[in-house]
């Protein structure tokens, strides 16, 4: 049997999102394994856009296209802070 790799033919971009649901704060980061010293509360997760979802009131057609929509499906009900590495804020 011949391995043959997959071929992506839609580029993605890659938004790494580290927040802490019991804080109810998430920040942007350039590094998804940022060593940001909040406590181990803060998860780091990298989205990819687009992404496709299940169709809601914040993205009816489904696809996660912008920051904005990402917030609006994932994050809306926490507060964006500041990175605290100036460094790694994208």
Known sequence: M??????????KDQIVVISSYD????????NHCQNHGLG?????CTHYIPSNVVPRESVPDGVIKNIKDL??????????????????QP
Request: charged residues 30%; without cysteine.
């Open 71 to 88: 917030v609006a499906v994932f994050y809306l009900d926490m507060n964006e802070i500041k990175n605290p590495d100036k460094t790694l």
């Open 2 to 11: 011949e391995f043959k790799p997959i071929k992506f033919s839609i580029m």
């Open 23 to 30: 804080r109810g704060t998430y920040f942007f980061s350039k």
């Open 40 to 44: 181990k509360d803060y998860v780091p």
